[in-house]
């Protein structure tokens, strides 16, 4: 197993902003990019941000563009994702992933490694 450690999450308001932090795998793994996803109760899981590891190009779901920005840190092996302007319908469970082949990075099966999620709760 690849450790992805999430952390950030929490209870806000709506308004509120988040940062969202997702640490690994090891520098030695070929990673091809890093995404985020969330699931609701009684929902699939879906897509929500991604950011290819080399050149940054960055992906995300038409319901997020302008409040969340998904960005990296070589060095430390880590992926963020800014949460502003938050509404209670992001609330859900937030996963990081790791990709190791290139594809369709919105597709959640193009993902081999994923974390153990991290909860954000946004109260109205």
């Known amino acids: 197993q690849v450790p992805l450690v999430e952390s950030g999450g929490g209870l806000v308001q709506a308004g509120d902003s988040l940062r969202l932090s997702c640490a690994g795998p090891?520098?030695?793994?070929?990673?091809?990019?890093m995404g985020w996803f969330r699931q609701a109760p009684g929902k699939e899981r879906e897509f929500v941000a991604a950011?290819?590891?080399?050149?940054?190009?960055?992906y995300y779901v038409n319901s997020v563009k302008g409040r969340f920005t998904i960005s990296r840190d070589n060095a430390k092996n880590t992926v963020y994702l800014q949460m502003n302007s938050l509404k209670p319908d992001d609330t859900a469970v937030y996963y990081c992933?790791?990709?190791?082949?290139?594809?369709?990075?919105?597709?959640?099966?193009?993902?081999?490694?994923w974390g153990q999620g991290t909860q954000v709760t946004v109260s109205s």
């Open positions: 992933a790791t990709a190791i082949r290139d594809g369709a990075l919105m597709d959640l099966n193009q993902y081999s490694f």
């Open positions: 090891g520098r030695s793994f070929n990673r091809i990019a």
């Open positions: 950011i290819r590891w080399s050149g940054g190009t960055t």
